[in-house]
């Protein structure tokens, strides 16, 4: 009795930060082979969002002043930070659901944390073409003056890893693939149309700017636009605050979610 209860004994639990750093190679191997074919479809896609939210949206005023136009690049930049981890990752968990490979996937037996943190490399690589794309044509078609600062590397982490735990956050939240779709093509409208990230917040009605204090949005649009210009900005440090709350509350969510599930 004792050496059949000896053959199916379950095997320990490994941690580690040996094991950690396996998990987080494997599953970046992982998703590489997964979307080999969807991720240059995707860093092409968010270079020429970069590049065509500043041209395009400048094609509306006969001539530009440098301020719209640096409220237009950096607007493009935080766009292309969040696009991929607040949309589309969303919605290829939906995907993953209706193919019936979700309950595959989440189980791989490696933590969930290197899981993420590797669909965060992905990310930062996805979006960073856009970034660079929209400066270059702010500077080329309408002789935007940047003023990078350190800060852009917290700002930019920041609105990152915020991005990708609030779409992780509902994605895995919600259990039903067609309400994760609908929840993300309402992100996608109230970003590009109502959301302080490509203008000033005063540009907006009082009760709606307001709201906007105290949703992530315009604090993305400001913290990323504090690292890279001089004057645009004030109250930062409010918005890194608000940012981080919003971080913690997504990560929070997630965590619930994956105890839950086991």
């Known amino acids: 009795m004792t050496a059949v209860a000896d053959s199916v004994r379950v095997p320990a639990r490994q941690r580690g930060v040996a094991f950690w750093l396996r998990g987080f190679a494997s599953m970046l ?13 995707t860093a092409l896609v968010q270079t020429f969002t970069g590049a065509g939210l500043v041209l395009g949206i400048g094609l509306f005023f006969e001539d530009m002043a440098p301020r719209i136009a640096l409220y237009l690049a950096s607007g493009a930049v935080v766009i292309s930070l969040v696009t991929v981890g607040l949309v589309m990752g969303p919605q290829l968990v939906a995907q993953q659901r209706q193919e019936g490979s979700y309950d595959f996937i989440v189980s791989m037996p490696v933590p969930r944390s290197a899981s993420l943190a590797a669909w965060l490399v992905l990310n930062s690589v996805v ?3 856009g970034l660079v794309g929209a400066v270059l044509v702010a500077i080329w078609r309408y002789d935007a003056t940047f003023h990078v600062s350190i800060l852009i590397v917290p700002a930019t982490l920041l609105t990152l890893v915020a991005g990708v735990m609030m779409g992780h956050a509902y994605a895995h939240s919600v259990p039903e693939p067609l309400m994760v779709g609908l929840i993300s093509q309402v992100l996608i409208f109230v970003i590009f149309g ?6 000033p917040v005063e540009n907006l009605p ?8 105290y949703l992530p949005f315009m604090h993305m649009g400001n913290v990323v636009r504090d690292g890279l210009t001089d004057g645009l900005v004030s109250d930062v440090g409010f918005s890194y605050g608000v940012l981080s709350a919003w971080t913690l509350a997504a990560t929070l969510v997630a965590v619930v979610v994956a105890k839950r599930r086991g």
């Open 29 to 41: 191997r992982w998703e590489m082979t997964r979307l080999r074919l969807l991720l240059p479809i």
């Open 127 to 129: 979006a960073l073409p």
């Open 194 to 199: 109502f959301s302080p990230i490509s203008y």
């Open 206 to 213: 009082d009760w709606l700017g307001t709201l906007h204090r």
